[in-house]
């Protein structure tokens, strides 16, 4: 199981800009498939967006498609998550995960990074 380790939130204004990172611990994560989820105050954990290893197929959820963008490096460490025209209700404790091919659920969660965005 990968280990990971989320970086890069902060306070932002809405119709700012935020990058996340997620970095795999001592291994890279072929063959996984990536995602990133969140979780605000009082609701339940969500779906963001999702990416194969190999940078291919990302998938968003119609809350962040078009304003979010889910990328991976060359390198197969290390994966992004762009945001870009944030909303208040972007605010929550970002959480990226890792799905092996052969798994049907989700495991490997970092500590998450919260991000707050000011109205």
């Known amino acids: 199981q990968l ?10 204004q809405a119709g700012g800009s935020l990058r996340l990172s997620c ?9 996984y498939t990536m995602g990133w989820f969140r979780q ?12 194969s290893w190999s940078g291919a197929n ?3 959820a119609d809350s962040v498609r078009g304003r979010f ?3 991976t490096d ?3 460490t290390t994966v992004f998550l762009q945001m ?3 909303k208040f209700e972007d605010t929550a404790v970002y959480y990226c995960a890792s799905r092996a091919a052969y798994a049907s659920t989700w495991s490997g969660w970092g500590q998450g990074t919260q991000v707050t965005v000011s109205s």
């Open 69 to 71: 963008t889910i990328s």
């Open 40 to 51: 605000a105050p009082g609701k339940e954990r969500e779906f963001v967006a999702r990416i």
């Open 84 to 86: 870009n025209s944030l």
């Open 23 to 31: 970095a795999a611990s001592g291994r890279t994560f072929t063959g």
């Open 58 to 60: 990302p998938n968003y």
């Open 74 to 76: 060359n390198a197969k």
């Open 3 to 12: 280990q990971l380790v989320e970086s890069g939130g902060g306070l932002v």
